[in-house]
Nanobody, 119 residues
Framework: QVQLVESGGGLVQAGGSLRLSCVAS????????GGWFRQAPGKEREFVAG????????YYADSVKGRFTISRDNAKNTVFLQMNSLKPEDTAVYYC????????????WGQGTQVTVSA
């Protein structure tokens, strides 16, 4: 079992930035591809960004490309999501994920952190 704890959410104005962090409970976190998903009110959960075990490859949803950056520090069992140029439509609960497959199935979820972007 891997427990994931997110932090860094909050309220920000449009155009602003936030950095989300996700700390895993086990050192074996470095063996898992990681990712971030989000769920807006009334919508289904959607993929945002993914990263390979080493961090050498990353991939993004079209809606966040060029604005968001995913990274990881395996020595600290942590995955990050740097979010720049935030838009009101980025408002959602953001979930950290581990053991993310190529078809976006997820083995472990965090509890979520709220991100609210005001116009």
């Amino acid at each position: 079992q891997v427990q994931l704890v997110e932090s860094g959410g909050g309220l920000v104005q449009a155009g602003g930035s936030l950095r989300l962090s996700c700390v895993a409970s086990r050192r074996t976190f470095s063996n898992y591809p990681g990712g971030w998903f989000r769920q807006a009110p009334g919508k289904e959960r959607e993929f945002v960004a993914g990263i390979t075990t080493s961090g050498s490859s990353t991939y993004y949803a079209d809606s966040v490309k060029g604005r968001f950056t995913i990274s990881r520090d395996n020595a600290k069992n942590t995955v990050f999501l740097q979010m720049n140029s935030l838009k009101p439509e980025d408002t959602a609960v953001y979930y950290c994920a581990a053991e993310v497959t190529s078809d976006f199935r997820v083995g472990y979820w965090g509890q979520g952190t709220q991100v609210t972007v005001s116009a």
